[in-house]
């Protein structure tokens, strides 16, 4: 069974604080995503990574910054947190083979 | 890039009732059509795909169909139960693309009982 975790259920920060969130998926999958869930607004693409060291900017890239350094791992960075990053993140993991994608269970971020 | 739309974004049905959601795609190139279902304060979940090759596709109470010409696909839910109540997202990807998806922006299933 495919599992992908995610570093915090919920995290609440100050506004201007740098942030970390932290994905780790078990099943080698080379593709891994990071999303923002606001209510309406579906699923929006932040970054994602192809590969380890690689990365593509997604549809709402501006105000974040991604690290892939190992396959399993995909971090999602906040260089300094604004109060309309509050949201709901949500890390994602497939394989180039069959595009299915397995979801972490999100974390919620509140900026102050 | 691709679009995708879904409709309707809410849908309420009486339990034993059928649901159909739907979703429309603006590249033609797209030939993977997923669907995920969110329950309230879960993970989206994987519960059908098709691909561009079939036309349909069914597991038990649910089926999806796919129509490559108009460049729409369906959700559709037989005897529905309180347990499908959920958030309901469609999507769709090019298979040469790192498997990028385009999400639409979700169906909130209510189901009565």
């Known amino acids: 069974d495919v599992k992908v975790t995610q570093s915090s259920r919920y995290l609440v920060k100050r506004t201007g604080e740098k942030v970390f969130l932290e994905c780790v998926q078990d099943?080698?999958?080379?593709?891994m995503f990071w999303y923002r869930q606001d209510p309406g607004l579906g699923l929006r693409l932040i970054y994602f990574?192809?590969?380890?060291?690689?990365?593509e900017k997604g549809d709402i890239p501006e105000g974040y910054s991604v690290s892939r350094e190992k396959k399993e791992r995909f971090s999602l960075i906040l260089e300094s947190a604004s109060t309309n990053q509050t949201s709901m993140y949500l890390c994602?993991?497939?394989?180039?083979?069959?595009?299915?994608?397995?979801f972490g269970p999100g974390t919620r971020l509140t900026v102050l | 890039g691709e679009n995708v739309e879904q409709h309707p974004s809410t849908l309420s049905v009486q339990e034993g009732d059928s649901a159909v959601i739907k979703c429309t795609y603006s590249?033609?190139?797209?030939?993977?059509f997923p669907w995920y279902k969110q329950e309230l304060g879960k993970r989206p979940q994987l519960i059908i795909d098709?691909?561009?090759?079939?036309g349909e596709k069914k597991d038990q109470r649910i089926a999806v169909t796919l129509n490559k010409t108009a460049k729409h696909f369906s959700l559709h839910i037989t005897e529905t139960q309180p347990e499908d109540s959920a958030v309901y997202f469609c999507?769709?990807?090019?298979?040469?693309?790192?498997?990028?998806?385009?999400f639409g922006d979700g169906t909130t299933l209510t189901v009565k009982p």
């Open positions: 994602a993991s497939c394989q180039t083979s069959t595009d299915t994608q397995y």
């Open positions: 099943m080698d999958h080379e593709n």
């Open positions: 990574s192809y590969d380890v060291k690689m990365k």
């Open positions: 590249d033609s190139a797209s030939n993977y």
């Open positions: 098709i691909r561009s090759n079939v």
């Open positions: 999507a769709a990807s090019i298979n040469t693309n790192a498997g990028k998806s385009t």
